[in-house]
Structure formats: C-alpha cells, structure tokens
C-alpha cells in the first residue's frame, strides 16, 4: 500500500517497497486544481485592465464626457449617484495621496469635473492679489542732483504751537492729554492757513501738573535740534523687529548729512537686547540712532505711533525735510534721491503713496469694521461726522477730482516742513486723537477741508502709486504675537 503525506497544497505518492519492476516506484508530486485557478485569474485581471484602458481611450477620442459627479446631460443620469451632502461632500484629495492632499485641477478637468471657482458654484476663498514694485525713474547718483533754490516758495503764513493749557480752559476734574483740550471752535478755526497758534501735541498741564507723555532725554533733544533732514521710524510695545537701513545703498554723503532716527520704548528695547541688538557707544544700531521714549502718551500704540509719524516737524524742530517710514519696511534707496524724485521733480510739499486696493474712504470704513480693526461704534461716530460736514464717495471718472485716491498707504510719507505740510500734518494728528487711530479715515477729510477752508491758499500734495513704494523698501510681516487691545 502506498502511504499518502499531504503538505500544503503538494501531495506526496510513495510507492510500495516491491512493483512489478522490483525497485522502489518514483516519486510523484502533483498540485491541485487551485494553480490553475490561480493562473487564470491573473490574466482575468489583465483582459480587465486592458479592456478598461481602451475603453478610456475611446471616451476620451470621442470627446465622451464622463459624469464623476452626478451631473445630468441631456436627462440621461450620471454612472455615479450624488451623496447626500452634495457634489461638496466629496473628499477629493483622498484620492490623491502622492500631491499631499492637492487636487490636480488638471485631472479634474480631463475627466469632467469642473474647477472650483470658474466653472462650478463651489465657494472659494478669494485670494487676495500679489502687488509688485515698478521701476521709477530714479538719478543714478547723489551727485547728479541739486535742491532747486525756489523750492520752498510755497504759501506763507507763520504757525505757533499751543505749549500749555489754562485749567479754566478745561473739564474737572482736570485730565492730562498729550494733544490738549481743543474745542470744536478751535478746531475748525485750525484749518485756516493764516498765522496762528493751535494745538499739535506737546501740550503741558497747568502749572504744577506732571508731564503729558513722550518724554526724551536731554542729549537726544540736542541731537534731533541739529537735524536737516530726517528719516525715522518707531517700535513702540515690541510690536515689530529691527529693521536697519541696507547700508550698501546708500551714499556715504547722506550716512553723514542725514539723521536715521529708530523711537523705541523701553519694552522694545529690552527685547532687543534680548535678540543681541545693542546699541554702540554713540547709541546706534547700525544706521539707526536709538532714541527712547518715556511715559508715551497714550495707552494705544498705535495712537502713540501717530506722534512720530505726523508730527516730525515738532520732533525736529530745525528740519527742512523728513521720510517716515513704518517699522515693518526696510528702507533700500538714498534718502535724497527720494527726496528728489518725490518732492523737488514733482514740485510737491507732501507726498504719500495711493492704498494698493482701495480708493473710497466707504471702502475703508467698511475694511476696518469686517476686520476688526477698530470699535465699529467708534468708526460710525467718526464717519457719521465727516459725512455731516461734507464728505463725500471718491468718484474715479471724475476727471476734476482733488485726489486720484481718498485712501493712503501711510507707511511711507516724504514730506517738506513748509507752513501748509506743517499745518495739515497738524490737523490730520488732532483727527486721530479726536477719532480712532486709523490715519486712512481721517486722511481725505483734512485734506479736503483744508482745501475747501483755503481756495486761493494751494497745498501741493502728491499720492504717488504704491509699486513706487515698494520700489524704494523691502516689505515684511510685523511681529507675531497679541495684537494691542483696542481702545473703547
């Protein structure tokens, strides 16, 4: 008798010890049916794959479209039903593992699936636009420029400045404020280019009463006094990073001639230290000249940034010329031929660059308020009194318009210290202590009315393009962190 092993899928036959031939039988190894089976459904499967790659290739040359997505074409139903959730409720880059989740919109396309956005109903998020620099016309040197000797032949009038305030001339009990207790008669008696004293910061209390903020040392006093022409900046509340003029850029002249002031508090200060920025023997990083400011005069920092922003003429009393330039922007151009390009070729006193997407003060309102930018009730007020007192939509196709914008991108401002850019850099900070402490609310109102105050009084003012402005500074994001409460 043969003895039968079985071992997976083989079986084992051994024969008897005696057969016919007298030797042990041979032997034999035989698999089950299953190999077979399994031989035929491998080339099942590639008959399959084939004949579905053909059938592709004839939808796709005979402009067959295929529905992925329960859509209908001429009342004949999709090969796939529509989920519940809708066409939405597709997961479509599960699919898509080797892109890390990102739909080749491509493929979308190719097998009938419409893009988000264009082609489909599917919501997208809108993106906001890229904005470029162009290039300006800007001298090749230093040397190739003058300051035209009739320049600052623009209106006279001689301006003062409210020093200190009487106690009968304001509430009880009485309140320390760093831009004074100006009247609604005051104020709209400020907006005449005549000689004048009005309020514009700096004020002090009665006798007796402590300061009202913005406090500066002595020896940085004496160094702002000597200053022509000026190009600062500020970090107040650590809200920003250093960022140093390119060095490389600009003329060994106007490193000399021109004064690089950086206004810091002393929050921010320490935290540069702690990032190893420390200031040299003469007090500078870099080209900076560090000044600090003690007891800033408002719990807003933005409020508090506004001083040194539009109140230049105040803080460098000697200056002929001045450049702000917001903290978040990296100044890589000559400081004198900005000058040159945005003033003295231009004829203007005051120059700003045009908002990069706005141009009506509505739009702004309504910006500020979707954002969170400020109290809306506070931004109604404020929008409300304009509106009574002549303020209108900007109107593009008007080709007498007073400005080609309503709204300014106000992190880069040039300006000369004449009587009528004084004046308005005056009017426009009692707006903002006024108000809320966003300038491009403010901004169009008191040009406008200053304009309409003076009709035989011109102030030259010109908004340049922003590309222009992003020409001359390299852009970065501010610090992250908390932003600074805002005011009620």
């Given amino acids: 008798m043969a003895s039968i092993h079985q071992r997976g899928d083989v079986i084992v036959s051994v024969g008897s010890k005696s057969n016919e031939r007298g030797d042990a039988g041979p032997i034999r190894v035989s698999r089950r049916a299953r190999r077979f089976g399994s031989i035929t459904r491998q080339r099942l499967s590639i008959w399959l794959l084939l004949i579905g790659a053909v059938f592709f290739m004839y939808m796709t040359f005979f402009s067959v479209k295929v529905h992925f997505h329960g859509e209908k074409e001429d009342g004949m139903s999709s090969f796939f039903s529509i989920p519940k959730g809708g066409p939405q409720s597709y997961n479509i880059t599960q699919y898509n593992r080797s892109t890390k989740g990102k739909v080749d919109h491509g493929m979308l396309s190719f097998f009938g699936v419409p893009k988000r956005g264009v082609d489909s109903n599917v919501s997208q998020r809108r993106r906001s636009p890229k904005h470029y620099p162009c290039d300006i016309d800007l001298e090749k040197s230093i040397e190739y420029i003058l300051e035209p000797k009739d320049y600052l032949n623009f209106t006279r009038f001689e301006l003062d400045?409210?020093?200190?305030?009487?106690?009968?001339?304001?509430?009880?009990?009485?309140?320390?404020?760093?831009?004074?207790?100006?009247?609604l008669e005051a104020r709209e008696r400020s907006f005449h280019a005549i000689n004048q004293s009005l309020h514009c910061g700096f004020v002090k209390g009665p006798n007796g009463m402590g300061s009202t903020?913005?406090?500066?040392?002595?020896?940085?006093?004496?160094?702002?006094?000597?200053c022509i022409v000026v190009v600062s900046s500020c970090i107040f509340g650590?809200?920003?990073?250093?960022?140093?003029?390119?060095?490389?850029?600009?003329?060994?002249?106007?490193?000399?001639?021109?004064?690089?002031?950086?206004?810091?508090?002393?929050?921010?200060?320490?935290?540069?230290f702690s990032e190893g920025n420390v200031p040299d023997d003469r007090g500078f990083m870099g080209l900076w000249r560090i000044v600090v400011v003690k007891n800033l005069p408002f719990e807003d920092m933005r409020r508090t940034g506004k001083v040194p922003k539009l109140l230049a003429h105040r803080l460098f009393p000697s200056s002929r010329y001045s450049i702000w330039l917001d903290s978040k922007m990296r100044l890589n151009t000559d400081?004198?031929?900005?000058?040159?390009?945005?003033?003295?070729?231009?004829?203007?006193?005051?120059?700003?660059?045009?908002?990069?997407?706005?141009?009506?003060?509505?739009?702004?309102?309504?910006?500020?308020?979707?954002?969170?930018?400020?109290?809306?009730?506070?931004?109604?007020?404020q929008?409300?009194?304009?509106?009574?007192?002549?303020?209108?939509?900007?109107?593009?196709?008007?080709?007498h318009t007073p400005l080609p914008s309503y709204v300014p991108e106000g992190s880069l401002i040039i300006r000369a210290h004449t009587p009528m850019s004084n004046l308005f850099s005056c009017l426009w900070f009692n707006e903002v202590d006024r108000f809320t402490s966003r300038d491009?609310?403010?901004?169009?109102?008191?040009?406008?009315?200053?304009?309409?105050?003076?009709?035989?009084?011109?102030?030259?003012?010109?908004?340049?393009k922003d590309c222009e402005r992003r020409a001359?500074?390299?852009?970065?994001?501010?610090?992250?962190?908390p932003s600074p409460p805002t005011p009620p």
């Fill in 161 to 183: 400045y409210v020093e200190k305030e009487e106690e009968s001339l304001t509430t009880s009990p009485y309140e320390l404020k760093f831009a004074g207790h100006q009247t």
């Fill in 335 to 381: 400081p004198l031929l900005i000058l040159e390009y945005f003033l003295w070729r231009t004829k203007s006193e005051y120059s700003i660059s045009k908002h990069y997407d706005r141009q009506c003060v509505w739009d702004e309102v309504l910006q500020n308020k979707r954002l969170n930018k400020y109290d809306p009730t506070a931004i109604d007020e």
């Fill in 238 to 272: 650590s809200s920003d990073f250093l960022r140093r003029p390119t060095s490389k850029l600009i003329s060994e002249y106007s490193k000399t001639h021109v004064c690089f002031v950086m206004f810091l508090d002393e929050e921010t200060l320490q935290k540069l």
């Fill in 472 to 481: 001359l500074v390299k852009l970065f994001r501010h610090r992250e962190g």
């Fill in 383 to 399: 929008f409300k009194f304009y509106q009574s007192d002549g303020l209108t939509k900007f109107n593009a196709s008007n080709p």
């Fill in 213 to 226: 903020g913005f406090d500066l040392d002595e020896k940085d006093q004496k160094f702002m006094k000597s």
């Fill in 440 to 464: 491009q609310l403010s901004f169009a109102y008191t040009y406008l009315k200053l304009k309409r105050t003076n009709p035989d009084r011109p102030f030259f003012l010109n908004m340049f």
